[in-house]
């Protein structure tokens, strides 16, 4: 089974709209990391937000927000007023205890943004 | 502070020859971990050092190999190259790697194409 799912492959957002990328994961430990990361069409793999599978708030870090539900099991990230320069392929990640740096990473959405 | 570098950022091999990718780490972190992303099979973890010795091991032939220096420079050596080995290689360091909360960052990658 998949770890990581994202079911959105792309997705298009006007200019200083929100939008929502879905994220559902798979895991049976109850300490797990949840990340976001941005890349752009040069490759680098940024480093968005983190949510920790024991945190009590949704993660926000400036304009991306982290929407989890735990029992459902989705982490998904929420971006306001978009940018044109958000537009990128957008991957969550999750990290499972005593697999140390092993990342398990979904398949990524598109996001264009529309000016 | 400077991110982590990876080089060289763009290379052409022919099948059958070997190939050595090199990555220096953000200062400080001793964590690397090596990614290969396609468009078939997305980000997949190939391998991760801590501290010279190799801790994980993704599910990758034996034609790939690493390795990680005192100084926890690392590289990553692909022999025998096949045209499927065509990829974007993306190295990531970090702290330490016990924490589920370890964030991993990433290089901006070395693209490889096998003709």
């Known amino acids: 089974a998949q770890k990581i799912t994202q079911t959105q492959p792309g997705m298009f957002v006007q200019e200083k709209e929100a939008v929502t990328l879905d994220c559902t994961y798979d895991?049976?430990?109850?300490?797990?990391?949840l990340f976001w990361y941005k890349q752009p069409s040069s490759g680098e793999m940024i480093f968005l937000i983190y949510?920790?599978?024991?945190?009590?708030q949704n993660a926000t870090e400036g304009r991306y927000s982290l929407n989890f539900q735990k029992a459902r099991k989705s982490a998904n990230l929420v971006i306001s007023a978009s940018q044109l320069g958000d537009s990128a392929m957008y991957f969550c990640?999750?990290?499972?205890?005593?697999?140390?740096?092993?990342?398990?990473f979904g398949t990524g959405t598109s996001l264009t943004v529309i000016p | 502070k400077a991110g982590v570098t990876q080089t060289p950022r763009y290379l052409i091999k022919t099948r059958g020859q070997q190939v050595t990718l090199s990555c220096s780490p953000i200062?400080?972190?001793?964590?690397v971990s090596w990614y290969q992303q396609t468009p078939g099979q997305g980000l997949q973890f190939l391998f991760e050092?801590?501290?010279?010795?190799?801790?994980n091991k993704g599910n990758f032939p034996g034609r790939f190999s690493g390795r990680q220096f005192s100084n926890s420079r690392s590289e990553m050596n692909v022999s025998t190259l096949e045209l499927g080995d065509s990829a974007l290689y993306l190295c990531?360091?970090?702290?330490?790697?016990?924490?589920?909360?370890?964030?991993?960052?990433f290089g901006e990658g070395s693209w490889l194409t096998v003709v």
């Open positions: 990531a360091s970090s702290l330490e790697r016990r924490n589920s909360g370890n964030t991993i960052y």
């Open positions: 050092y801590f501290s010279e010795t190799q801790r």
């Open positions: 895991t049976s430990d109850p300490s797990y990391g």
């Open positions: 200062s400080g972190h001793r964590s």
């Open positions: 949510q920790g599978s024991y945190d009590q």
């Open positions: 990640a999750m990290r499972e205890p005593y697999t140390g740096n092993q990342f398990y």
